[in-house]
């Protein structure tokens, strides 16, 4: 049982380049969610999901977008990378909304914008 | 703004010493709550799950309590070793399709 897998677990970018970070699991779970974590924040919220199809913002979605089209997948984008979105990138799943099930993350994404 | 603090920020013991992380929320109407541990470069990892009906959980070493009331939660750890040291963050989904706020976390060194 793989659990979250993230891909890549390490990336240097470009100012201005675009790409997207991997999330998928194989729990078959509903919700889904990225979070980014920096020294001295925190974990904060980007994007999250309820099901496929549905997605909404957490407390940091400037400059990122996400889609759900699947219930495996929940891909994050980075639409112009800005040096401030250095970071490390989480994605996490649980079974669903209402849910008393522990939440399962990814080993993260880390991110060098330069 | 609902919000979860943890205190202290860092924590060093020597080996054996028993211990007892603390986690603190704005909104008693809490859904359940989470404690993680993460070790340095790695990912989250879940630890225990307590739903908001429950006082406490235990696993292991490791026991949880909750107290909705006060806002509170502790994480006690018996018995520590050197191998617990890693980074504990609690969360909470403040309803219960909410995602999970988190905490700052509390860095635990435990000395050999």
């Known amino acids: 049982n793989a659990g979250v897998t993230q891909t890549p677990k390490f990336q240097v970018l470009k100012t201005g380049q675009s790409m997207t970070l991997q999330c998928a699991q194989d729990?078959?779970?509903?919700?889904m969610s990225w979070y980014r974590q920096d020294p001295g924040m925190g974990l904060r919220l980007i994007h999250y999901?309820?099901?496929?199809?549905?997605?909404d913002q957490g407390e940091v979605p400037n400059g990122y977008n996400v889609s759900r089209s699947t219930t495996e997948d929940f891909p994050l984008r980075l639409l112009s990378a800005a040096p401030s979105q250095t970071s490390v990138y989480f994605c996490a799943s649980r079974y669903s909304s209402y849910s008393n099930q522990p939440q399962h993350f990814g080993d993260g994404t880390r991110l060098s914008i330069l | 703004k609902q919000e979860v603090t943890q205190i202290p920020a860092a924590l060093s013991v020597p080996e054996g010493e028993n211990l007892v992380l603390n986690c603190s929320f704005t909104d008693s109407a809490i859904y359940n709550l989470q404690w993680f541990r993460q070790d340095p470069g790695k990912g989250l990892t879940s630890l225990l799950l307590?739903?908001?009906?429950?006082r406490e959980q235990t696993s292991g070493r490791l026991n949880a309590s909750l107290d909705k009331s006060s806002g509170r939660s502790t994480l006690y750890i018996a018995a520590s070793q050197p191998g617990d040291s890693a980074t504990y963050l609690c969360?909470?989904?403040?309803?219960?399709?909410?995602?999970?706020?988190f905490g700052k976390g509390t860095r635990l060194s435990v000395i050999a």
């Open positions: 969360a909470v989904p403040f309803s219960g399709n909410t995602p999970l706020v």
């Open positions: 999901s309820v099901g496929a199809g549905i997605t």
């Open positions: 729990m078959n779970h509903e919700y």
């Open positions: 307590i739903q908001s009906s429950q």
